[in-house]
């Protein structure tokens, strides 16, 4: 039997998201005056299990990595 190293990793996701809702965000006066962006940022984290580590490989769930602009 081989040796077995530690195989589960962190995932950091950076991605966007829609800015909330709100009837005041729809005027125009009230989006330039808060300077309201129309998306935000959103940060998230999941796990992951080392697939081959010499490939570089791992597998996570779809829902972790869904809509990322960014993956660490």
């Known amino acids: 039997m081989e040796d077995v190293t530690p195989a589960i990793v962190n995932i950091a996701v950076r991605s966007r998201a829609s800015a ?16 309201l962006p129309e998306q935000q940022q959103r940060l998230s984290a999941g796990s992951s299990v080392i697939v081959d580590a010499g490939r570089g490989y791992i597998l996570t769930n779809h829902h972790v990595v869904a809509d990322a602009d960014e993956i660490g």
Do not use: S
């Not at 009837?23 to 009230?30: C, M, Q, R």
């Open 20 to 35: 909330e809702t709100n009837p005041l965000y729809n005027d125009p006066f009230f989006r330039r005056y808060f300077n």
